[in-house]
């Protein structure tokens, strides 16, 4: 693969839009993978995604030209499926499966455009919100934050020239490398690339994704972006996220279909999928309330991704459920996803390694860490907190809980209904900064 000059292509924005989003395929696996089943199951619920900045100090609105934004997101809904990215998607083998999607599906998928979208500015905020069926929002999520994120890059890295666009480019490059040596020392790792909906730029990523591949070889084992597993010959790896349980949850008539929402999910997931796609994500309306409740079956899953808990604590929970449930951990997998960097990475990798297998999805720690490394101070390249999730499905409102109510995502009145309805235990409140 050709090298390309970040820093010189970074300066050279001359021309009218340089594309942020270049392919639907530019997003994380496991959009497919829910697609595919939402597709099947829920084609007539309507969802709607917005844009929350959970970092409200970083005004949003001020660093971003509106203009500009409009111009990458209409650009995005003008894109559409090439012929090699559906031949790619139909034939190539995921998780060891081949033909994971169907020709149905596959055939809609080929004709799928991304949807209209509504953007306000609003207290230095950005208030962006899609609004339509579920199996159309939902692929926007991962492009929006891609698009506001670079832009913001682009934006802070404007006034810079090309000597020292260079000399930022190479101090992040020392950065991500030193980090590489470090995980080299541990060759049993396994770690994959999660870091696309917050990521610096697109060539960023990609430069990331080849330094793992050549510096940790055996132990990276792919990356969610489908568009960089299939240019650089990766596997797409990703399961499933939250908003499944949130959309069911808003469905729910009542607080008893509430409580069951998170395992009818899951009944409805292993209809599509099997093996090392049986990942529980438990946190949304907390892990604690899920493994309570949960039937003996979905101890029979291939693993846990806790993703809002810490690493070591939330791992130590789930290890203890099974061995309740008479399974034994050694035989099953976490996969840890939250705010990752090296050294979490190796702590929970030293204390779990022996009792359970073990995977580390890396995400904005590795594709925008940009701190301290522009020649000149510059606040508005250190990577913030910024989601797109489901807001409300057919009119009725979503919520996501979490184990650290910081990450909450609801109105004050539906989460602390959530809360009756799924109780308070172990939700422990820290900062988030990614």
């Known amino acids: 693969m050709t090298k390309t000059d970040i820093a010189r292509r970074v300066y050279n924005h001359t021309w009218k839009l340089d594309p942020i989003i270049r392919s639907l395929l530019d997003t994380d696996f496991y959009k497919f993978l829910m697609l595919q089943m939402v597709w099947g199951l829920y084609p007539d619920v309507n969802a709607t995604f917005s844009l929350t900045n959970r970092n409200k100090q970083v005004r949003l609105a001020d660093e971003i030209d509106e203009g500009e934004l409009r111009e990458q997101l209409d650009h995005a809904r003008n894109l559409r499926f090439t012929k090699k990215e559906m031949i790619w998607l139909a034939g190539n083998s995921f998780y060891g499966r081949k033909q994971i999607f169907q020709p149905e599906f596959l055939k809609w998928l080929a004709d799928f455009r991304l949807p209209e979208y509504e953007l306000r500015r609003r207290d230095g905020q950005l208030e962006l919100s899609f609004h339509g069926r579920w199996m159309e929002t939902t692929m926007w999520e991962i492009p929006a934050l891609a698009i506001i994120n670079e832009l913001r890059s682009r934006a802070a890295m404007r006034h810079l020239g090309p000597f020292a666009l260079d000399v930022l480019y190479a101090r992040a490059k020392a950065k991500v490398w030193s980090k590489v040596e470090r995980l080299k020392e541990y060759p049993d790792l396994r770690i994959s690339d999660f870091g696309t909906r917050r990521r610096h730029s697109f060539l960023w990523q990609r430069w990331c994704v080849e330094a793992l591949k050549e510096g940790i070889g055996a132990s990276f084992t792919g990356t969610s972006n489908v568009l960089l597993a299939m240019d650089s010959d990766l596997d797409a790896l990703g399961t499933n996220a939250h908003e499944l349980p949130m959309v069911l949850g808003a469905l729910a008539e009542n607080d008893d279909e509430l409580k069951e929402a998170p395992y009818r999910v899951l009944e409805d997931w292993q209809s599509y999928y099997g093996g090392n796609l049986l990942i529980v994500l438990p946190d949304t309306f907390g892990t604690d309330a899920f493994l309570h409740k949960a039937p003996d079956w979905v101890a029979d899953w291939t693993g846990f991704r806790p993703d809002s808990a810490p690493p070591i604590e939330g791992g130590e929970r789930i290890i203890e459920w099974w061995k309740e449930r008479g399974r034994d951990p050694r035989e099953k997998l976490l996969i840890f996803s939250d ?96």
Request: aromatic share 8%; hydrophobic share 40%.
């Open 339 to 434: 705010a990752l960097d090296v050294e979490t990475i190796i702590k929970a990798f030293q204390h779990f390694q022996g009792q359970v297998r073990m995977a580390f999805g890396w995400g904005t720690n590795l594709t925008n860490d940009f701190e301290d490394c522009a020649p000149e101070k510059i606040d508005r390249l250190k990577a913030i907190s910024l989601v797109c999730k489901v807001s409300d499905a057919n009119g009725r409102p979503a919520v996501k809980l979490s184990d650290n109510p910081e990450k909450a995502i609801g109105q004050p009145k539906d989460i602390k209904r959530y809360l009756d309805v799924f109780g308070q235990q172990n939700r422990v409140r820290h900062p988030v900064e990614v």
